[in-house]
């Protein structure tokens, strides 16, 4: 069996370590557990690893946040991946610091990357996980904030997180997504 997992941000050096950049964060952590080698092919960094019998193509776009859908449809076609085996990781201010959240459908609260994503599919049916970074910025300073490096505080705060929601991963491959959200939501 045969899983996309998309971690969602933004590429360059200027984007590293930085809240919107999470989803690569996991991405990048993954693919290191599981000893995958990154190589750049067509609109993404991807590594293919095996877990647990089942092949995981981790992508992470190279076309840029709010693009993202293209890099994501391209690769659903070309590794024939049904859109119930994607899993779309991203940054959401709508969460608590540090909160995890697995769901298998839904809107795009807002997300550019997963708004592009919605469209490029023609469906919100799929499973995403949202990684909470807060929301502590001034009106009209999303933006900022979200492209914004780490405190150091936060950044205490968010490697276990990394770590839980590449645990989160690892159980929706071979679990699947109720009992990986029974397990892993609200904890």
Request: net charge positive; no cysteine; glycine share 10%.
């Amino acid at each position: 069996m045969k899983y996309l997992i998309a971690g969602l941000g933004n590429v360059g050096a200027e984007y590293a370590n930085t809240r919107h950049n999470i989803g690569f964060e996991v991405a990048d952590m993954l693919i290191h557990d599981l000893k995958g080698e990154v190589s750049i092919e067509k609109l993404a960094s991807i590594s293919k690893v095996k877990f647990k019998g089942r092949t995981l193509v981790i992508i992470k776009p190279t076309t840029f946040m709010n693009l993202s859908g293209k890099s994501v449809r391209y690769w659903l076609d070309k590794e024939k991946i049904p859109i119930k085996n994607l899993l779309v990781i991203l940054d959401d201010i709508a969460l608590p610091m540090g909160s995890l959240r697995m769901k298998s459908k839904g809107g795009d609260a807002g997300h550019n990357g997963l708004t592009d994503i919605i469209e490029k599919l023609g469906t919100n049916v799929f499973p995403r996980l949202r990684i909470g970074v807060g929301d502590n910025f001034p009106r009209g300073r999303q933006v900022d904030y979200v492209l914004g490096q780490w405190s150091g505080a936060e950044e205490k705060i968010m490697l276990p997180k990394i770590e839980t929601a590449t645990s989160i991963v690892k159980s929706f491959v071979s679990l699947g997504i109720e009992r990986t959200m029974g397990a892993f939501n609200n904890k």
